[in-house]
């Protein structure tokens, strides 16, 4: 079992920033972080930011340029910064890996960032 606990959500104004972070614990042995995904209220969940093995990433449109993830393998430690911030990014963000010996994916219980004046 591989448990994770996203952190760094909150209220910030637009034109700010976050820094969120996914910690894995427990079975981590064979996990590879995936990615970031949100869901906003009344909407399906979607791919914010992609990181691959090599570490290459992607982004969803509404976000390039104004956030950045990364990982810390040694920490087993994904993050998201979030530069820019828009009302429209307001929504509930989960970090995903996937167990490669198990083929079993896993979620966190997300962190609520809210962009509001």
């Known amino acids: 079992q591989v448990q994770l606990v996203e952190s760094g959500g909150g209220l910030v104004q637009p034109g700010g920033s976050l820094r969120l972070s996914c910690a894995a614990s427990?079975?981590?042995?064979?996990?590879?972080?995936t990615g970031w995904y949100r869901q906003a209220p009344g909407k399906e969940r979607e791919l914010v930011a992609r990181?691959?093995?090599?570490?290459?990433?992607n982004y969803a449109d509404s976000v390039k340029g104004r956030f950045t993830i990364s990982r810390d393998n040694a920490k087993f430690t994904m993050y998201l910064q979030m530069n820019s911030l828009k009302p429209e990014d307001t929504a509930v963000y989960y970090c995903?890996?996937?167990?490669?010996?198990?083929?079993?994916?896993?979620w966190g219980k997300g962190t609520l960032v809210t962009v509001s004046s």
């Open positions: 995903n890996v996937f167990d490669v010996p198990y083929r079993v994916n896993y």
């Open positions: 427990g079975s981590v042995g064979g996990i590879a972080f």
């Open positions: 990181i691959q093995s090599n570490g290459n990433t």
